[in-house]
Every structure is written in C-alpha cells, then in structure tokens.
C-alpha cells in the first residue's frame, strides 16, 4: 500500500520516509519519535509486548502512542465464543490476526506514563472483529 500512500501524501504536498521493517525493531534511535500510530496491528504481530517495548524506547518523552485494536470480548459472551470457534480460519484468512488477545491490558502494562482507553463495538456480520478499543498512551 505504500505506492497508494506515496500518491495520497504527493496530492496534499506532504513528503513522507516509509521504511519496510519490523514493529519489533524499528531501527529508530531511543526517544526519537513524537508520534506512533497504530491501526489493527498488535492483533497479528507474534509479540505485541515486544512491539510496545519498541514503540516506548523510541517514543520522546511526552510523546503519544494512538492506537485502534479488536479485541477479545468478555467471557460467557457469544461473541468470545465464535472467537474461540472461528480462531484458526480467521488467522488463517486475516494474516495471523487474533481476536481472543487482551490487548488493552498488554497496552497498560507496556510501563507507558498514561493510558486512556474507550471501548466501541463495530456494526459488522463478522461478530469476532466487533469489540474494539481506541486510545492514546503516553510515554
């Protein structure tokens, strides 16, 4: 998608530096960034802690992690059961996401200096993929 964001960013004159790596090792120095912005990634990465320990060691201090994730929905819940029923083919289909993972509680124990957290579900017929959360944590 980067050729499709090169093109988006050129319409609105903004220059962009895309770099193909990893979430868990960036490459960027300690405190070097104001900002990270993460959409639907921590569900499908094979470490999120690692990834969040990245995101802190290269977040400035003050600096704002802004995240929207799916996550695993409250036990006895029907939506937590076709979780647990459709888990494998969904990771099969959706690149290695998991629904079932306690996202919001690896956020908050990430050592971030705050986290604020709001809860929504999405209105969609893919019932594993409705309980969602947005937030900011600050480094």
Request: net charge neutral; aromatic share 8%.
């Amino acid at each position: 998608m980067h050729g499709r964001l090169r093109a988006e960013a050129s319409r609105y004159g903004l220059e962009l530096d895309l770099r193909e790596r990893m979430a868990e090792k960036t490459g960027l120095p300690d405190q070097s960034v104001d900002s990270v912005i993460s959409s639907l990634v921590l569900c499908s990465v094979k470490e999120p802690d690692a990834v969040l320990a990245e995101i802190r060691r290269i977040l400035k201090p003050g600096g704002t992690f802004r995240f929207v994730e799916h996550v695993v929905a409250e036990d006895g819940t029907p939506t937590r059961a076709s979780q647990r029923l459709l888990r494998r083919p969904w990771a099969w289909t959706f690149e290695g996401c998991s629904c079932e993972r306690d996202l919001e509680g690896a956020v908050r124990a990430a050592g971030f200096a705050s986290v604020t957290v709001e809860h929504y579900r999405l209105h969609t017929p893919f019932l594993p993929f409705n309980p969602q959360i947005a937030g900011i944590a600050e480094a």
